[in-house]
Nanobody
Framework: QVQLVESGGGLVQAGGSLRLSCAAS????????MGWYRQAPGKQRELVAT???????NYGDSVKGRFTNSRDNAKNTVYLQMNSLNSEDTAVYCC????????????WGQGTQVTVSS
């Protein structure tokens, strides 16, 4: 059983910052990528950022230069520092963790709401 517990979402004014955290626990082995996706009402889910086990990071085009994805392998935790937030960033943010003993599975968090007021 794998659990992903997210925290840090909430309401923020445009131009502000938030930091999301996601801690993985349970029977998860060989964690590879960790990261975040988001989905706004009426829109498709989109990549925010992922960070591989080597530290390589991929960012979605809409967040490049504003968001920073990082991870603490000792804590099995991934972070998302979000700066210069705008109303387009309003969405449910879900963390993902890829891992597994022999095959790789993608585990999803339950999601945390981020609302940016203008």
């Amino acid at each position: 059983q794998v659990q992903l517990v997210e925290s840090g979402g909430g309401l923020v004014q445009a131009g502000g910052s938030l930091r999301l955290s996601c801690a993985a626990s349970g029977s998860i082995f060989n964690i590879r990528a960790m990261g975040w996706y988001r989905q706004a009402p009426g829109k498709q889910r989109e990549l925010v950022a992922t960070i591989g086990s080597t530290g390589k990071i991929n960012y979605g085009d809409s967040v490049k230069g504003r968001f920073t994805n990082s991870r603490d392998n000792a804590k099995n935790t991934v972070y998302l520092q979000m700066n210069s937030l705008n109303s387009e960033d309003t969405a449910v943010y879900c963390c993902i963790v890829d891992g597994g003993r022999t095959a790789t599975f993608r585990y999803w968090g339950q999601g945390t709401q981020v609302t940016v007021s203008s």
